[in-house]
């Protein structure tokens, strides 16, 4: 299976401030036929199932705000959230589809500082 | 608007058989990828495995054959069978829709199963 690792496993962020979490995977996560990364990005607030944030590594999912992107390549991506807003506190996960079974990321809090 | 909606037994006596059903509204479960995903403290998140299309069925071999996934289109749902569980088996789980059998997209709120005697 392909081993999805986050850093930091927590983070505190001022209100405002650039929050950075980034996934490396145990494998490359090109897909050859788009030439695109098998990652995908989630946001989990408590009591609530996770909610997709982006996919194909840096394609950010309809409604999700332009302050969240996502980047890299091979076998490094990284999710910011350029400006931190209250409602973005909650726990961010990687997902690798590029080979079965699916594998996450342990997560990463995200906190107010 | 696509909802999913988790349904079964909350509790589960250690070596008997958890069942959940998942009932879809909004899209057809007929040509899509459909899921089932587990989240517990321990382990974190889990894909169990795939249905498509009547037939085409993928698992995580970490469940060694004990998962059972089907689908019935004339009522819109599809289920989750897991045999021998264990305490390791307590977790919330999840159906979820996956687009293009790839990244799960829809989420349904998630079952709480805890197994205990």
């Known amino acids: 299976d392909i081993v999805m690792t986050q850093s930091p496993d927590s983070l505190a962020v001022s209100l405002g401030e650039r929050a950075t979490i980034h996934c490396k995977s145990s494998e490359s996560l090109l897909f050859r036929p788009n030439n695109k990364y098998s990652l995908s990005w989630y946001q989990q607030k408590p009591g609530q199932p996770p909610s997709l944030l982006i996919y194909w590594a840096t394609t950010r999912h309809s409604g999700v705000p332009d302050r969240f992107t996502g980047s890299g390549s091979g076998t490094d991506f990284t999710l910011t959230i350029s400006s931190l807003q209250a409602e973005d506190v909650a726990v961010y996960y990687c997902?690798?589809?590029?080979?079965?079974?699916?594998?996450f990321g342990q997560g990463t809090k995200l906190e107010l500082k | 608007q696509v909802q999913l909606q988790e349904s079964g037994p909350g509790l589960v006596k250690p070596s008997e058989i958890l069942s959940l059903t998942c009932n879809v509204s909004g899209d057809l479960i007929r040509y899509k990828y459909w899921s089932w995903i587990r989240q517990s403290p321990g382990k974190g998140l889990e894909w169990i495995g795939q249905f498509y299309n009547g037939g085409v069925i993928s698992y995580n071999p970490s469940f060694k054959s004990r998962a059972t996934i089907s689908g019935d289109t004339s009522k819109n749902q599809f289920s989750l069978r897991l045999t021998s569980v264990t305490a390791a088996d307590t977790a919330v789980y999840f159906c979820?829709?996956?687009?293009?059998?790839?990244?799960?997209?829809?989420w349904g709120r998630g079952s709480h199963v805890t197994v205990s005697s």
């Open positions: 979820v829709r996956e687009q293009l059998g790839f990244w799960p997209d829809v």
């Open positions: 997902h690798q589809y590029s080979s079965s079974p699916s594998t």
